[in-house]
């Protein structure tokens, strides 16, 4: 185990600026928190403004969602392995702990890493692409699952969040690391809704996308370090893999080894800066450890065959399914009494318009996304109840 630990100089900086308040503040202000609707959900001494924002995704119907959502291992029942309830929780507990470090807005950080994921579709980013593919097919708009996030907590559940959660939750990615992230200032919800508009018609354009705070930077770089390492550890639970096989360095190979040396690093060349940087040895050896994920988990072949076989046809013919029902004014289709009569009836909110009016391909995305891997099983068999394709599970006792 190899863990690097903050230099002597900068450790003796720090405590003398918090004891002397001299911390140089680079956090985005509470005041300048922008909301579609400045007359209502006003901050106060008890309810700041990302507080507000915190309650509110952490109340929405779809946030206990997370905790039946693949993060990788979809078809194993084993309770060691990570929900995407845990995940958010991870990126939020590594963002905050360096947000501390650097003097940034917490709440901002904790708003953005709780609701990042809450689009997301059912069985990971195979969901995901699988969704993608058939919005696309049927109305030539694309999924991508944190602009859906944003749809969520904007569009779906209009909760007036602020300008700056949602950017950061678009901006979030992943999947793209940086050596180095500068916030990008964005000046209004009409720049904002351009952006996002234009991630729906080309995919590539959410690649664009850059936080506007430095909040939002440290979320997008924790995305990483959160699953990196803990994607591995699940690995070798699920007998996939195991720590043998990736390369280690200075960043080292294990979860706790990823976190502590990526979280340092960061601090290390971040502290007093308008940016996030890593060194470009660190960074060198996160993409050569991403890339090793890739090789021996996400695209390992037992695991990409098995969603191929099962939730991949499934999710085509739950689609043309609900389609039809829609078409046909089925109201006795789920996709009325467990969705459509569900956000009109039992959930209330200031609309634009009744949901109902939503295009049919978007009603069965939204849908769709909103579903656990446990309903969308649950729901296929309901409808389909003669198929022959049946996910089996890799159980607590099969070895």
Excluded: W
């Amino acid at each position: 185990m190899k863990y690097i630990s903050l230099s002597q100089s900068l450790s003796q900086k720090i405590e003398s600026d918090r004891v002397n308040g001299t911390v140089p503040s680079f956090a985005f202000d509470d005041s300048l928190a922008v909301r579609r609707d400045m007359s209502h959900d006003k901050p106060n001494v008890l309810r700041t403004a990302f507080i507000r924002d915190i309650d509110k995704i952490m109340h929405c119907p779809y946030y206990n969602r997370y905790t039946d959502k693949t993060q990788v291992f979809s078809f194993y029942k084993n309770d060691d392995l990570t929900r995407r309830a845990l995940h958010v929780q991870l990126v939020s507990r590594i963002a905050r702990t360096i947000g501390k470090a650097l003097g940034l807005n917490l709440e901002l950080i904790e708003a953005i890493a709780l609701g990042h994921d809450i689009g997301h579709t059912p069985f990971g980013h195979a969901g995901e692409a699988y969704l993608d593919e058939l919005l696309f097919k049927s109305c030539g708009r694309h999924f991508s699952h944190n602009i859906h996030s944003v749809r969520v907590l904007d569009k779906i559940f209009p909760f007036n969040i602020s300008l700056q959660t949602l950017n950061g939750i678009a901006a979030h990615d992943g999947e793209m690391e940086l050596c180095e992230y500068r916030p990008v200032a964005l000046e209004s919800f009409r720049q904002f809704d351009e952006q996002i508009e234009a991630c729906y018609l080309d995919k590539s354009n959410v690649r664009l996308l850059v936080p506007c705070t430095l909040e939002g930077c440290v979320v997008r770089i924790s995305d990483i370090i959160a699953y990196l390492g803990k994607d591995r550890q699940d690995a070798s639970r699920a007998d996939i893999t195991d720590d043998s096989r990736f390369f280690g360095g200075e960043l080292g190979k294990t979860n706790a080894e990823i976190i502590n040396n990526l979280s340092v690093n960061i601090v290390e060349n971040s502290y007093g800066k308008p940016y996030i940087k890593m060194d470009e040895d660190i960074f060198a050896e996160l993409k050569k450890a991403k890339t090793e994920n890739y090789t021996y988990i996400y695209k390992e072949q037992s695991v990409r065959e098995r969603l191929e076989n099962t939730v991949r046809p499934m999710m085509t013919q739950l689609f043309e399914r609900l389609m039809c029902d829609l078409s046909d004014g089925n109201t006795a289709s789920p996709v009325f009494a467990h969705h459509i009569s569900f956000l009109e009836t039992k959930v209330h909110y200031k609309r634009s318009a009744p949901y109902s009016d939503t295009d049919c391909p978007q009603i069965v995305a939204d849908y769709i996304a909103s579903m656990t891997d446990d309903y969308f099983v649950d729901l296929y068999n309901h409808l389909f109840p003669d198929s022959k394709i049946k996910i089996e599970y890799t159980g607590y006792f099969d070895r």
